[in-house]
């Protein structure tokens, strides 16, 4: 929306300004300066808040693959470092941690291929609290690869760390390219 200066707006500002002051009957008498000065003062007053101009809020998403097959401790957060997307720059591929810019609606996605013979059971955290899990137990299929994938929409406020560490704490191991974590800032 987009609100401009309007004569109407004016006229009833000064019959509004008139009547407070008791001069409802006399009328008011502006100079031209007088005019423009209340003018410019309205313009600012309507076009300058936040109703009417709302600061568009800067766009967050990310998208992070790990760029080689890794085995992660219990306890260790995954490091997604090849990154495909990171808006907003809210991701660090250094610690594999996304800290939100505001307080919003999260959606974040992860997704885990595990070696054959072996299991990966991604959670995802949120100030060290498990928010999602997701299990790839690959024990009992050797020979082949198994997808685990989840996602969770998340209330969050400002400053809180969001990261992908395994939920039973196990050791992972797990293939890369194929595993990768992202999200978004929904409006």
């Known amino acids: 929306?987009?609100?401009?200066?309007?004569?109407?707006?004016?006229?009833?500002?000064?019959?509004?300004?008139?009547?407070?002051?008791?001069?409802?009957?006399?009328?008011?008498?502006?100079?031209?300066?007088?005019?423009?000065?209340f003018e410019k003062s309205v313009n600012k007053k309507v076009d300058g808040s936040s109703c009417c101009n709302p600061k568009p809020k800067t766009p967050v998403a990310f998208h992070a693959e790990l760029s080689s097959d890794r085995t992660y401790k219990a306890g260790s957060p995954w490091v997604f470092d090849k990154v495909v997307t990171n808006v907003g720059n809210a991701y660090n591929p250094a610690t594999g941690k996304f800290t939100t810019p505001s307080k919003g609606i999260y959606l974040f996605n992860w997704y885990t291929l595990?070696?054959?013979?072996?299991?990966?059971?991604?959670?995802?955290?949120?100030?060290?609290?498990i928010k999602g899990r997701q299990a790839t137990n690959n024990?009992?299929?050797?020979?082949?690869?198994?997808?685990?994938?989840?996602?969770?929409?998340?209330?969050?406020?400002?400053?809180?760390?969001?990261?992908?560490?395994?939920?039973?704490?196990?050791?992972?191991?797990?293939?890369?390219?194929?595993?990768?974590?992202?999200?978004?800032?929904?409006?």
């Open 1 to 37: 929306m987009k609100c401009t200066y309007r004569k109407e707006l004016l006229l009833l500002l000064v019959s509004i300004y008139a009547a407070v002051n008791g001069d409802y009957d006399k009328g008011i008498t502006l100079t031209k300066g007088q005019c423009q000065t």
């Open 114 to 129: 595990a070696y054959p013979g072996k299991k990966a059971h991604a959670g995802l955290y949120v100030n060290g609290k």
């Open 139 to 187: 024990i009992g299929n050797a020979g082949k690869h198994i997808t685990s994938d989840s996602s969770i929409v998340l209330a969050l406020e400002k400053g809180d760390l969001v990261y992908i560490m395994d939920a039973h704490g196990i050791t992972s191991e797990v293939k890369g390219r194929w595993t990768a974590f992202g999200g978004v800032q929904q409006n």
